[in-house]
């Protein structure tokens, strides 16, 4: 049976999202996945131990077709 909950929280003025201690306390020091979607925004634990540059071809960002160009990936990020 899988337990959920839903909770409002508040986003401070630097648009920090804080995720109640109760709901950490069991993720110890585990990665999070954040995925943005038109209207929800989902936060995943990671329960595999891995580095963060595992999930880089799990990206996509909208105009960036090659990672490795990082001069398209900048002008896209940043304008």
Do not use: C, N, Q
């Amino acid at each position: 049976m899988v337990k959920m909950v839903e909770k409002t929280v508040k986003i401070d003025k630097a648009g920090r999202v804080v995720i109640p201690a109760e709901w950490r306390k069991d993720w110890g020091k585990k990665a999070l996945m954040v995925r943005l979607s038109d209207d929800e925004v989902l936060i995943k634990s990671l329960r595999k131990r891995g580095k963060l540059t595992d999930l880089v071809d799990s990206m996509e960002i909208e105009g960036v077709s090659d990672f490795g160009d990082t001069h398209e990936l900048r002008m896209v990020l940043y304008g």
